[in-house]
């Protein structure tokens, strides 16, 4: 057992030391190369480590000119493990943190009888742990990675959005994070249709408050495949991807570098032996425990080859082939169909996304006026540490701060951008509603005819329509199961 211990440690100092002088490489060449999409659209930007990517419009320039969070981004510089694009990422992903929030979780029934989960966050001093319908505060639904783990960057997103008076809830697949698996259904990658029930269920809980969306990491995935398929119908407001993978067959096909792809296929592998006897029904287990690749336990899951299509596989999920199953599943299938703005976070050395050039759609961030890249020099998977966390954190809502509990925390740069983003946009198209409404009163035709906010959204309809036909109470068995 030691010899194993040795040999793992001097294995991961070998990819560390890697990593860094791949990440010194890479920077030397940044210098040197020409200029294009990778590289500041001026030379007095140079000195800019952060640099926001869209197609010119006027919320893009009130963007620019009212979240001061964008440029103001200091990362670490230096000889500290800060600096390190993959330290910072493992930190963030595995690295506990002991959160002052706590969590109530409310299971929702689907209807096909599988389970999914919201688990709602709210401060540890605060007794009454749940909020009245009639509440207007805005909620934040959170989408962890595609692999289920809860990791320190939502735990602190949970927190800067309490100090910030958000609901948040994030959202549990089916087996993650100890949701139940009454099914041998698995959710698959891009499938938003569990995430459309959920959604739902927010809005008849909460049904004035406005509906915001964070996804981490590989959950942009479905997060991204949802409001393709919503488009208008998507009931939120703005949404933010965090280290999103944007070419996910691409990305599993191509794998990541072996220490980080053997972490991840063996979490997933201890995820899933509990259902072992269960899941053995539908597919082949002995395969699926055997594979070394994510590809591979992707196509084990949800790819069998004597199943016409997807749609035949009924109640597994499976699909007869891996390109038919990224034909449904691929998270910017649907793309043109959004029809809120989205704000996408990255760092150039992200170590789990991979190469910036390649692995970035920069025809979407510059052609789509919904779409909005907020590209920095360095921050890793989901890290971006900064030399002064904490000290600008101020919350926004003034009435929370007090004997919160969460008000003086240290809040992650792209935390205190995301929630600015959301907070200017909100403002510049309500802004906008009340010019149009003012120019309607002006002309006599009214404008207090009842007409919602943030008419901005694309005509564009939903491709599939989201109008539940049940009854949800008939739906929903919500319950509160435990307390964390």
């Given amino acids: 057992m030691l010899e194993w211990l040795v040999v793992l440690c001097a294995a991961v100092l070998m990819f560390i030391i890697w990593s860094s002088s791949k990440v010194s490489g890479t920077e030397k060449r940044r210098k040197t190369a020409p200029k294009g999409p990778d590289s500041p659209m001026k030379d007095d930007d140079r000195s800019r480590s952060v640099k926001l990517i869209c197609k010119p419009s006027t ?12 440029n103001s981004y200091s990362p670490w510089v230096g000889w500290t493990w800060r600096t390190n694009a993959v330290l910072q990422s493992l930190y963030e992903t595995c690295w506990s943190y002991g959160s002052p929030v706590h969590f109530v979780r409310d299971n929702l029934q ?36 595609s692999f289920g783990k809860i990791t320190r960057n939502v735990l602190q997103l949970c927190q800067a959005a309490l100090s910030h008076g958000y609901l948040p809830a994030v959202f549990n697949r089916r087996s993650h994070n100890g949701t139940p698996l009454t099914t041998v259904k698995l959710q698959q990658f891009g499938d938003p249709a569990d995430l459309r029930e959920a959604v739902r269920y927010i809005r008849y809980r909460q049904p004035a408050g406005k509906l915001y969306a964070v996804s981490e990491s590989t959950g942009s995935g479905l997060l991204l495949s949802y409001l393709g398929e919503c488009g208008s119908s998507s009931y939120l407001t703005a949404a933010v991807c965090l280290s999103p993978v944007f070419r996910c067959q691409s990305w599993f096909e191509n794998g990541l570098c072996w220490p980080m792809q053997w972490g991840l ?10 259902y072992r006897t269960v899941l053995s029904a539908a597919i082949r287990t002995d395969t699926l425990f055997s594979t070394n690749s994510l590809r591979g336990l992707e196509e084990v899951l949800f790819c069998q080859s004597d199943q016409v299509d997807c749609a035949s596989a009924a109640p597994t999920g499976t699909c007869a082939s891996w390109e038919a199953y990224w034909e449904r599943n691929e998270p910017l299938r649907d793309v043109d169909e959004v029809a809120i703005p989205v704000l996408s976070v990255c760092a150039r050395d992200d170590p789990v996304r991979g190469n910036t050039q390649a ?24 890290g971006f540490s900064t030399q002064c966390e904490g000290s600008s954190s101020v919350p926004a809502n003034p009435a929370a701060a007090p004997n919160s509990g969460t008000a003086n925390h240290e809040t992650n740069w792209s935390h205190r951008a995301l929630l600015e983003f959301f907070r ?13 409404q003012l120019a309607a009163r002006r002309k006599g035709l009214g404008g207090g005819s009842g007409g919602r906010v943030f008419r901005h959204r694309s005509v564009s309809t939903c491709k599939r329509v989201p109008a539940c036909s049940h009854n949800i109470h008939a739906i929903y068995n919500w319950q509160r199961s435990y307390t964390r």
């Fill in 110 to 145: 689907m209807s096909d009888d599988g389970l999914v989960a919201l688990d709602w966050a709210f401060p540890s001093y605060q007794k009454r742990r749940r909020t009245s319908s009639h509440s207007t505060s805005p909620v934040l639904l959170i989408i962890p990675n």
């Fill in 59 to 70: 919320l893009a320039n009130y963007l620019l000119k009212n979240c001061t969070s964008f």
């Fill in 359 to 382: 692995t970035v759609p920069w025809e979407l961030f510059e052609n789509n006026p919904h779409f909005f890249l907020l590209l920095t020099d360095r921050g890793g998977h989901c």
């Fill in 265 to 274: 296929v063996l979490y997933q592998k201890m995820c899933l032996s509990r």
């Fill in 424 to 436: 200017v946009t909100t403002d510049f198209f309500a802004a906008e509603e009340r010019t149009k």
